[in-house]
């Protein structure tokens, strides 16, 4: 087990049940740093502290210490016996963050693990709580003009975030009686320039969140016409409380901490928000399932990719729903709203069509993601062996692969393609076309690279299962649909070829130029 710092959190939004200060400020010397939730401790102290975590906050600092292997949900126990939701989907390092929290146990902890590579255990315990006093919060509350569900629940702890590296964390609730549920949490970089931005989707994994019963997609009933319109992110997730996280982001994560590139953190509301941390930055790789981008978002990504920044897509759908992010209270971009074929509906119809929550590429204000990515999502579902197109492509080299290999399974549940009529960048290759079929009809999948005038290159890898094939045939892949170690092989040395190329800045001043070939296939 690698070094923890352990801090008993504040309770209840009145901060009841705080440490005395003698035991607190034993707990700040014990641990060698001052948390933001520390205001006991002395001023002269935490500055030291801060000045001394400052260089451990880089995710380099963190690749050689020892994992936690005791990091994954063993029972998650009934629905209601914990779940929890934070009061951000990210924080800088120092910032004290909230936690809200029901369960039916008298007690529970928290532990923090930050997800990495550590010699293979993919994870390490950076924090954990002392015992929690637990209780069941109230129902969640209801806005019926948008169907959103709100849990509105009283703050149950604080802790704060002073020496924790920047990264992907999954906060871990554990229950006395032994149930245990995970909360999503980034501690996002401020700086990118010369790194590699991971670049995470919580936007996307509230969409398809239905815990109250709603998402953006069907209401209680699985009726689409009951689903939500807008959704928030006071409410836990579903499931084990980071599905989209562990499906479709972690195995990336690990892959490319192992690899040793430096690295950066963020996520696409951050984006939304504040650019800065793309500055510079030598790529930026958007993850498995990446749906649902703000204008913003979409604008600095591409303004990002002007100034040479490489960019990846890891999936399928990516940028597909344009959505507005909307306060909850008082508290920004805390509701994520998308009216999607009730757009007319949407508020903005009238005054801001250019913020019309609908698909990209529909009126108003069309702009299919193509121009960006490359590629265009098609459908689902589907499942399809990915096909080798272009097999001396600088992605495919160490693969030992000819035009045309197969990889089964790898296609699918939704797929993009370069689609004639759409906008493309140019020049763009197609590096693997894949033949699919979607309900009776005949269509293709493909995987494609282009380049800007920048020098930046881009990569859609057409299909989102990619990132769950680099847990294929490992105790992590449950959903690895049949794909076999060999295709865990072959997309876990393209992804190592990719983040290795794209960390070295502007891929078209050290790579091969694309190959037109679009008029071929």
């Known amino acids: 087990m690698g070094p923890e ?3 008993t959190p504040r309770h209840g939004t009145e901060g009841g049940s705080a440490l005395r200060r003698r035991t607190f400020l034993e707990a700040c010397a014990g641990a060698g740093l001052v948390t933001a939730a520390a205001g006991a401790c002395d001023r002269s102290h935490a500055a030291q502290g801060t000045r001394a975590a400052a260089a451990a906050h880089r995710p380099e600092a963190e690749r050689d210490r020892p994992g936690t292997p005791d990091w994954r949900i063993r029972s998650p126990g009934p629905p209601a016996a914990v779940v929890g939701y934070a009061d951000r989907v990210s924080v800088t390092p120092g910032e004290e963050c909230g936690l809200y929290v029901s369960t039916t146990a008298p007690s529970f902890r ?5 997800v990495g590579w550590y010699g293979g255990a993919e994870a390490r315990l950076v924090w954990s709580s002392g015992r929690v006093p637990g209780g069941v919060q109230p129902e969640p509350g209801f806005v019926t003009d948008t169907r959103t569900v709100r849990a509105d629940w009283r703050r149950t702890l604080s802790f704060g975030t002073t020496g924790w590296p920047e990264g992907a964390y999954l906060l871990r609730l554990d229950t006395q009686d032994g149930h245990q549920r995970y909360v999503p949490l980034v501690v996002r970089s401020v700086q990118g320039a010369g790194r590699t931005v991971l670049m995470h989707a919580p936007a996307t994994w509230q969409a398809y969140n239905r815990w109250g019963g709603y998402s953006l997609y069907a209401g209680p009933s699985g009726a689409y016409a009951g689903r939500s319109l807008a959704v928030s992110f006071d409410r836990p997730y579903d499931l084990d409380g980071a599905e989209k996280f562990m499906v479709y982001e972690r195995a990336a994560v690990v892959l490319a901490e192992r690899l040793g590139v430096p690295l950066a953190y963020t996520t696409g509301v951050d984006v939304h928000r504040d650019p800065q941390v793309l500055h510079g930055a030598a790529a930026v790789i958007c993850l498995g399932h990446d749906e649902y981008w703000t204008p913003e978002q979409r604008r600095h990504i591409t303004r990002a990719r002007d100034a040479g920044t490489n960019v990846a897509f890891l999936g399928a759908n990516t940028c597909f729903r344009r959505i507005r992010l909307e306060p ?7 509701t994520v709203v998308c009216y999607k074929s009730s757009f007319p509906s949407d508020p903005c119809y009238t005054t801001h069509p250019s913020l019309v929550t609908t698909d990209f590429r529909r ?14 999502y098609e459908g689902y579902p589907v499942d399809a062996p990915y096909v080798v197109h272009a097999a001396d492509h600088w992605l495919y080299e160490g693969t030992g692969v000819r035009p045309g290999d197969g990889f089964d399974h790898l296609v699918g549940v939704e797929y993009d393609r370069v689609t004639p009529g759409a906008p493309v960048p140019a020049p763009l290759e197609i590096t693997a076309h894949s033949p699919v079929v979607r309900n009776g009809v005949r269509s293709s999948s493909d995987s494609a690279y282009y380049t800007a005038q920048s020098g930046a290159g881009v990569f859609a890898t057409g299909t989102m299962r990619w990132v769950e094939a680099l847990m294929a045939e490992t105790p992590d892949g449950g959903r690895d649909h049949g794909m076999d170690a060999r295709t865990r092989t072959f997309v876990t040395r393209t992804t190592e070829n990719l983040l290795h190329a794209f960390a070295e800045g502007p891929a078209a001043r050290h790579r091969p130029a694309p190959r037109p070939n679009m008029t071929e296939l």
């Open 5 to 7: 710092r352990r801090e």
């Open 363 to 376: 009126s108003p204000a069309a702009d299919p993601e193509s121009s960006l990515t490359g590629v265009l």
């Open 110 to 114: 928290v532990s923090a693990f930050r």
């Open 328 to 334: 909850a209270g008082a508290q920004p971009e805390r």
